[in-house]
């Protein structure tokens, strides 16, 4: 099972990117989605999930309402599209996948992960 994140880069702040997850050996549809990020000394925290059938989203208060996630389940794809970015967006994101969608806050709840991609936002 490999889960790539891309999408990352540097942007001054205030600028959007979107993030892409592409797994690959897994049976995507079944899986809750999530994104995480983990900032320089920091935990790695949740960021946004989605259910299997993309019809709940779930979102950290620190981006509610300028990230949104998103998921294709025909490409096998999700998507975290992040607007007015702001310095303290700046981490390495990461995608993973939760079996049964339970406790999808928490780091431990996923069996998958991807590697990361870095995220700068520039103040």
């Known amino acids: 099972v490999q889960l790539q994140a891309s999408g990352g880069g540097l942007v001054q702040a205030g600028a959007s990117l979107r993030l892409s997850c592409a797994p690959s050996?897994?049976?995507?549809?079944?899986?809750?989605m999530g994104w995480f990020r983990q900032a320089p000394g920091k935990f790695r925290e949740f960021v946004a999930g989605?259910?299997?059938?993309?019809?709940?989203?779930y979102y950290s208060e620190s981006v509610k309402g300028r990230f949104t996630i998103s998921r294709d389940n025909v490409k096998n794809a999700m998507y975290l599209q992040m607007n007015s970015l702001k310095s303290e967006d700046t981490a390495i994101y990461y995608c993973?996948?939760?079996?049964?969608?339970?406790?999808?806050?928490?780091?431990?709840?996923?069996?998958?992960w991807g590697r990361g991609t870095l995220v700068t936002v520039s103040s």
């Open positions: 993973a996948a939760n079996r049964y969608g339970t406790d999808y806050t928490i780091v431990d709840s996923y069996g998958y």
């Open positions: 050996g897994l049976a995507f549809g079944i899986y809750f």
């Open positions: 989605i259910s299997r059938d993309a019809i709940n989203t």
